[in-house]
């Protein structure tokens, strides 16, 4: 590991500053997990590191009238335990239990789990692959079991965030603070496919970090879940996943789905939300064969690689059985 230095932040100002000051050669941290491991194998070599927990405010769940507020700096393990979320999130809280080992949750925080970079074992090792500047996807023509089967190109990695599906099902917004200020945006477009940005995950500029989540309360008989299937039982990350939520109503013909969500992971390189799932259960009753169909649909833009065709079958299966809890 390079040689670095290490500042804490007092204020989400004194953090932008210091980024700022040093762009191209800083960069926030805050449980580190991800961005430790990075820096141990050379490829990110930050001068400065900017540590973002000596910061009041952004550990905090709360909500504020009809909004529930998740400060970045949150970890994974008061996430999970938070019964606020537990009960107006439910999605949230099952992302967050299977979210690696306890000890990672109780390092990791939100904001770092949103921002981690791929774990193709190309961009981590000596590869100079599009994601570190090269000109090559080495995982096009190689190895790519646990590579994108939707919105891959030019590069098929898979965004590895658990929280990030579920918080895009339930609407949430996303607050930045920066040099030019602080803006809000929904999550849904703080992530962004290599066809915008083949070197970056996300539109975070340099100076810029993710300070806050906000969760619109859900409305009443609002239903939400998060199904992740891994390759070991615990401390992995997902082959692939879905979150789903669902609000009925009555119709004529008994209850029907009046608003639904899906976001799928670990099957694209940003967390993929499935508008034509959602459409197959608008207007349904919630059963197997709308369930089922509704699978189909999310699966029919998919595009597998050579050795990841298994996906599809399995995420119509994941995706099945996360709308069957819900029914």
Same mark, same amino acid.
């Given at each position: 590991m390079k040689a670095f230095r290490h500042k804490n932040a007092r204020t989400v100002k004194e953090a932008v500053t210091l980024l700022q000051q040093s762009a191209g050669k800083a960069l926030p941290i805050a449980g580190g997990s991800d961005l430790l491991g990075e820096m141990k194998d050379f490829i990110e070599t930050p001068d400065l590191l900017v540590n973002l927990k000596a910061i009041p405010g952004l550990n905090k769940i709360e909500q504020k009238g009809g909004t529930i507020s998740i400060g970045a700096l949150v970890t994974i393990a008061d996430l999970a335990e938070s019964s606020l979320v537990r009960t107006q999130l439910a999605a949230v809280a099952e992302a967050a239990v299977v979210i690696a080992s306890p000890q990672i949750r109780n390092a990791g925080t939100v904001g770092g789990n949103l921002c981690q970079r791929p774990r193709c074992w190309y961009y981590r090792s000596e590869f100079q692959c599009l994601r570190k500047g090269g000109? &090559?996807?080495y995982a096009a023509a190689g190895e790519n079991r646990y590579h994108a089967i939707l919105g891959g190109g030019p590069s098929f990695i898979v965004h590895p965030s658990d929280l990030a599906p579920p918080l895009i099902a339930l609407? $949430? %917004? $996303?607050?930045? +603070?920066?040099?030019? @200020?602080?803006? !809000?945006?929904?999550?849904?477009?703080?992530?962004?496919?290599?066809?915008? /940005?083949?070197?970056?995950? /996300?539109?975070? %500029?340099?100076?810029? &970090?993710? !300070?806050e989540i906000q969760v619109p309360v859900p409305q009443n008989?609002?239903?939400?879940?998060? *199904? %992740?299937? =891994?390759?070991?039982? =615990? *401390?992995?990350? $997902?082959?692939?996943? $879905?979150?789903?939520?669902?609000?009925?109503? /009555? @119709?004529?013909?008994? %209850?029907? &789905?009046?608003?639904?969500? #899906? #976001?799928?992971? @670990? #099957? +694209?390189?940003?967390? *993929?939300?499935s508008k034509e799932a959602e459409a197959a259960l608008i207007g349904k009753p919630l059963d197997q064969a709308n369930a089922a169909l509704a699978a189909e649909e999310a699966l029919k833009p998919a595009q597998p690689l050579r050795d990841n065709a298994f996906k599809v079958d399995l995420t119509k299966a994941v995706l099945r059985g996360a709308i069957l809890r819900l029914a």
């Open positions: 000109t &090559i996807c609407d $949430a %917004k $996303a607050r930045i +603070a920066g040099p030019s @200020g602080e803006r !809000t945006i929904l999550l849904e477009q703080f992530f962004v496919l290599p066809t915008v /940005n083949v070197r970056r995950e /996300n539109i975070l %500029k340099p100076g810029e &970090i993710l !300070t008989g609002t239903r939400s879940t998060y *199904w %992740k299937q =891994m390759e070991r039982e =615990m *401390w992995d990350f $997902a082959l692939v996943s $879905a979150a789903v939520v669902v609000r009925q109503s /009555n @119709g004529p013909q008994g %209850k029907v &789905i009046s608003h639904a969500r #899906v #976001v799928l992971g @670990g #099957v +694209a390189p940003i967390p *993929w939300r």
